[in-house]
């Protein structure tokens, strides 16, 4: 009977099956089996598939196909308390003026900083180095003295201690109410030694010649903080972004509050700081997804404005001209 193999196929089986002995005969583990080092001159040859699968050569399995991504939409993001919290926040009434007792604040250690002096500006529309202040309170030996503020009006507050080792600290969006007669306005400050913990954990490099920070929280109007939201920085009235290293906090036991570099929205502190702020005046926007939607919305923004080598403050709160009802987002 006719032999079904040529001539030409024979030697070529043969050789095949003489080079697979010759080579398996330096492993151990029997046919298959490929030592960490065996075969790897052979095997990173240009080779055939059917040729390595014959010799033994280790494979790599395909990689999974990548998940599909939307560009227009970050992850999957829902605000606090699966979209209920309060909305349309409490506007206090305009025209009476206040005593308080004003307290510079350490913004870690919450105790009083002594002489220190606090600026107010009744204006936000303008940068406020271009302003006189409206009244200034000099809090002498005990960080605090008594103070006489609007109501109703939207303060600006500059807090100066630089002797001792304190960034020059603003804070914007201030409203007093006639029931906060005789009680402590806190204004806060922020030491360089906090400062300099901050930007360490944060793995940013802040440049205070000529840039500034900015910081605050996400409230909503109960003044509980809003989880799952994005905080972007534009320009005052024209909305262009503007690049800024934008870091979220977490609560973390023992230690409090610390900046997260891992985490792209807010946590269930609220609390967000931009690092390298060029000086200049801001709107911070906290962004999110509703319940059910598909599209990013503004939640709230604050005005701001950013100096060189100082902390800026400021809160972002729903708008009151918001027209989604107070109790939950729809």
């Known amino acids: 009977m006719k032999s079904i193999l040529s001539n030409k196929h024979v030697w070529f089986v043969s050789a095949v099956l003489l080079f697979s002995a010759i080579v398996l005969s330096n492993c151990s583990g029997g046919s298959g089996y490929v030592p960490g080092s065996s075969n790897s001159s052979v095997c990173s040859q240009s080779l055939s598939a059917d040729m390595k699968k014959l010799l033994g050569c280790p494979t790599t399995p395909s990689a999974p196909p990548a998940p599909p991504t939307n560009t227009n939409l970050p992850p999957s993001i829902v605000v606090a308390n699966n979209g209920v919290f309060s909305y349309n926040c409490f506007v206090p009434p305009t025209g009476s003026t206040i005593a308080v007792t004003v307290s510079a ?159 792209t929205l807010t946590s269930s502190d609220g609390i967000f700081l931009a690092f390298n702020v060029p000086p200049g005046d801001y709107d911070i926007i906290a962004q999110g997804v509703l319940p059910n939607g598909n599209a990013l919305v503004e939640l709230g923004r604050s005005y701001v404005e950013s100096f060189a080598g100082s902390v800026s403050i400021s809160n972002i709160q729903p708008e009151t001209s918001t027209t989604v009802t107070t109790t939950s987002i729809q």
């Not at 006489?148 to 409203?175: D, H, M, R």
């Not at 005052?236 to 570099?261: C, K």
Request: charged share 10%; net charge negative.
């Open 105 to 263: 604040t350490d913004f870690q250690t919450n105790l009083s900083i002594p002489d220190s002096t606090i600026n107010f500006f009744s204006t936000t529309s303008d940068t406020v180095k271009n302003n006189p202040p409206d009244s200034t309170v000099n809090t002498g030996s005990n960080g605090w003295l008594p103070g006489l503020l609007p109501t109703g009006i939207p303060l600006a507050v500059e807090g100066i201690n630089s002797a001792s080792g304190y960034k020059n600290t603003y804070q914007f969006g201030l409203t007093l109410s006639p029931t906060d007669a005789n009680s402590i306005f806190k204004v806060l400050m922020i030491s360089s030694n906090t400062v300099n913990l901050v930007t360490a954990l944060s793995h940013v490099t802040q440049d205070w010649t000529n840039d500034g920070a900015i910081a605050g929280t996400v409230w909503d109007c109960s003044g509980n903080p809003i989880q799952n939201a994005i905080v972007t920085l534009v320009n005052a009235g024209t909305d262009v972004s503007v690049s800024a290293n934008i870091i979220y906090f977490r609560y973390s036991s023992g230690l409090g509050d610390i900046p997260d570099p891992t985490l």
